[in-house]
């Protein structure tokens, strides 16, 4: 039932935690950074551990080039995060593991460049395509390391900065390409210009599947209450 209910059952182990250490202060970040802009409520767990729940996004577009393509590129960055702080030492110094929730994900609008589609190598009046759009998404679930500052379950400042560094590991990007034919176009070019994208589909799966691991640098600014 946990796995099916996960956010109902984190929110339960974080109210019964924080009943457990009532005499331990919460806290409130705002932080901005590779995963967009969000929030995180901390609750300590013990002297050396805080269990943390963030929500993050962010959304921007712009004109990328890939394998010949040019595209309209729009990303959307969507997250949630359930996140283990450990502090050895009981001060800043933290390191981190979790669960990402992971949203992340481009949607694609191929446009014509002087007037030409190139597929696979194959050039391709703008005429002949009636449109071209692909999207990239990543897996559901990501796991998540890093090292971080801030937020000592025994911290006793009201306002302080909170700096997060790591990775999500979201695994082979899913790409996904879809061309439909002009109007009107011959039955063989059309077969042909399937086949093309199917190819070039494949080359931009190759072109982008560096992005297996996001960076994760975030700044924030915490407020214990």
């Known amino acids: ?13 974080l109210f019964l935690g924080e009943q457990a250490m009532a005499e331990d202060k919460t806290t409130f970040v705002i ?50 995060s359930a996140i283990a702080d450990f502090h050895p030492l009981r001060g800043l110094l933290r390191l981190s593991g979790g669960i990402v929730f992971n949203g992340n994900n481009f949607s694609l609008t191929g446009q ?19 449109s071209a759009t692909g999207s990239v998404d990543f897996n559901t679930l990501s796991p998540y390391l890093g090292i971080g500052l801030g937020n000592s379950p025994k911290g006793h400042h009201s306002l302080s900065i909170a700096l997060d560094l790591g990775a999500v590991y979201q695994g082979s990007p899913n790409v996904g390409l879809s061309v439909s034919c002009g109007n009107g176009l011959p039955a063989s070019i059309c077969s042909k210009l399937q086949s093309d994208a199917a190819a070039e589909a494949r080359q931009l799966e190759d072109s982008v599947k560096n992005y297996q691991w996001w960076p994760v640098i975030a700044l924030g600014i915490a407020f214990r209450f």
Not at 2 to 13: E, N, P, Q, R, S
Request: charged letters at 15%; a neutral charge.
């Open 1 to 13: 039932m946990c796995t099916k209910k996960w956010f109902l059952c984190l929110l339960a182990v």
């Open 31 to 80: 932080d901005i950074g590779t995963m967009g802009a969000g929030a995180a409520y901390v609750l300590p767990v013990n002297e050396h551990i805080n269990a943390r729940l963030g929500l993050h996004g962010w959304q921007y577009s712009e004109t990328v080039t890939k394998s010949g393509v040019r595209y309209d590129a729009d990303l959307e960055l969507k997250s949630t």
């Open 112 to 130: 014509p460049s002087a007037g030409t589609f190139n597929f696979n190598g194959v050039l391709y009046p703008a005429a002949q395509v009636g």
